[in-house]
């Protein structure tokens, strides 16, 4: 086996049992042939060199103080503290995110060869420093409140701060039930801990704010699930994904306080968040909470814009799954457009398209509203005021990051009058056609404006082939040529390199992730690692995801797939 180990396709098998976690140091790269059992000759079980704390949490917002970890009601307090619940049986650590394990946790690749560390990562030990918590919140779902949510099946172990000073909290995703279970099982299955672990990873190298993904582990632990709630329950396999982010603070942090009228513990919250998540405003301005609304309010319009350029929808956009830090968060149903339609909803439970790709934008307002909603009651009179007047702004902010970003994909420099009228005439003559989105924009990027000029587009630029049949494109190409001729200075060359740095080859499609969750239910993970891998790069044109079909066609089968909220 090669010396360097290809993070995402090793598999290590360790019994839940498994212990020896402080014996001696050892040297994990001795031999690395057997890794399919409980500890092969290889591994080893010297300590990874990694302490989290979870003091600065703890020390700082209320805990619940009814201990026991049984589902209920809780109130006047940010967390409850929880055990993990080990996943029965052996654990397979499945994938790992070499980028976050190295560049996030400063750890050497070696590290997966312990096997204690896949303890660690499944939740059957905790790292040292860990005080497992799970967060009480509240949440808007589908537009209705839905009263106390929370942590039903995560569990925050604490906080690593890395070489370069920045702070990330660690959690367990499928880990058990705590307090916020409900009638929840607390375990998440395998094709959606497939999704969340490529996903945000995916979404970190098309450069759009989220929480990242360290690791998957999978088990035999039966979960049974009814996917598409039509009845039919069947069993599928528990798996756990340890995931980051600087924060996993919500919208529904605040108003769960709000609305419980804990305004004490609402203000605590508030300052803590100010404090360590926005440097830029000063704990004693006593216009601080009118600031960061502000900011949340600019910064969720561009997390927003961001999805829109790369086709993402969420899927569930509920005020819980809207982070405080306007970073993406909580992947579940979410999709990448193929066809470009401002229709497209992902989500098969969203049965009125409430989060339809199109309707992103406005589902962030009304998110927003009820931010403010949950700020009014430590809001003054005129502070209210303020607010009010910075939400009225958010549809102009978010139609000039808009604006920035699809310029950008078709390559315009400087701006002219009828620039957004250029980008409306290219997304309705996709719409009409049924372009597909990403490779419209991309094989824009590769195509030479002499072949628009000519119409000598071929078959192989399919998603252009598509466009190129509508009988208004090549109204479309007269006005974009000229837009770009009256670009001063500027080549082809360099349009066409500016462009695909911004528009990628590869995106996660529905059909992909699901090739690769086939495999994986049958234990061979090497499409989760080839995904991943891929997706590390998704804007250079790369030989093995050609070779799978990744930027052709989507294959038939596609457009019959249906993800939910079952997970």
């Not at 967390?79 to 619940?85: I, M, V, Y």
Request: glycine share 6%.
């Amino acid at each position: 086996m090669s010396q360097v180990i290809a993070l995402t396709a090793l598999v290590i098998t360790v019994s839940a049992g498994a212990s020896g976690f402080w014996e001696p140091v050892q040297s994990c790269r001795e031999d690395q042939s057997a890794l399919t059992y409980s500890r092969p000759k290889g591994t080893c079980s010297a300590p990874p060199p990694l302490r989290i704390t979870a003091s600065r949490l703890v020390d700082s917002l209320p805990l619940d103080e009814v201990k026991d970890n049984f589902v209920r009601t809780v109130k006047r307090c940010i967390f409850s503290q929880s055990q993990p619940t080990p996943l029965k049986g052996a654990v397979h650590l499945a994938a790992v995110s070499k980028d976050v394990l190295e560049d996030i946790m400063d750890l050497d690749e070696s590290v997966i060869l312990n096997t204690d560390f896949v303890q660690f990562l499944s939740g059957a030990r905790l790292f040292p420093g860990s005080i497992p918590l799970a967060h009480r919140y509240g949440g808007h779902q589908f537009g209705h409140w839905a009263g106390q949510l929370g942590d039903g099946r995560a569990h925050l172990l604490g906080e690593y701060t890395n070489r370069k000073g920045e702070r990330w909290e660690l959690q367990l995703k499928g880990s058990g039930k705590t307090p916020y279970s409900r009638s929840g099982d607390g375990r998440a299955v395998l094709r959606s801990s497939v999704r969340e672990f490529l996903c945000s990873e995916a979404m970190h190298f098309l450069n759009v704010p989220t929480s990242r993904a360290l690791s998957l582990v999978v088990s035999e632990e039966a979960v049974w699930r009814d996917q598409f709630y039509n009845g039919s329950v069947k069993r599928e396999r528990g798996a756990v994904v340890l995931r980051l982010a600087p924060s996993w603070f919500r919208i529904g942090s605040l108003e769960i306080l709000a609305k419980a009228g804990e305004l004490d513990v609402l203000r605590t919250l508030l300052n803590f968040v100010i404090k360590q998540h926005f440097a830029v405003i000063k704990p004693n301005d006593p216009n601080k909470y009118v600031t960061f609304f502000s900011v949340v309010v600019n910064e969720t319009a561009r997390m927003i814009a961001k999805w829109m350029s790369v086709g993402f929808a969420h899927g569930v956009c509920n005020t819980d799954n809207f982070s405080l830090l306007s970073i993406t968060i909580d992947y579940g149903p979410f999709g990448f457009m193929e066809t470009y339609n401002p229709n497209f909803v992902p989500n098969s439970s969203d049965d009125e398209g409430r989060y339809s790709i199109g309707a992103q934008a406005n589902v962030g307002l009304f998110n927003l509203q009820k931010l403010l909603e949950a700020l009014h009651p430590v809001l003054s009179p005129d502070q209210r005021e303020q607010a009010e007047h910075i939400l009225r702004e958010y549809p102009q902010i978010y139609h000039r990051r808009f604006h920035e970003l699809f310029k950008g994909k078709l390559g315009l420099l400087g701006n002219e009058e009828d620039d957004a009228y250029l980008i409306a005439f290219l997304l309705k003559i996709m719409e009409d056609s049924g372009a597909d989105f990403t490779m419209t924009f991309r094989q824009l990027s590769e195509v030479t404006l002499l072949q628009l000029q000519n119409n000598s587009i071929t078959q192989a630029m399919w998603a252009l082939w598509d466009l190129s049949s509508h009988e208004y494109f090549s109204d479309w190409v007269s006005l974009y040529l000229q837009r770009l001729r009256s670009q001063s200075g500027d080549s082809d060359e360099h349009r066409q390199r500016r462009m695909r740095a911004v528009n990628p080859r590869y995106v996660l499609r529905n059909w992909m992730a699901e090739s690769a969750i086939r495999k994986a239910e049958n234990n061979d993970f090497s499409e989760v690692e080839l995904l991943q891998q891929i997706l590390t790069k998704p804007f250079v044109k790369q030989e093995r995801p050609e070779s799978a079909g990744y930027s052709s066609r989507p294959p038939a089968w596609a457009s019959q797939l249906r993800v939910s909220c079952s997970s």
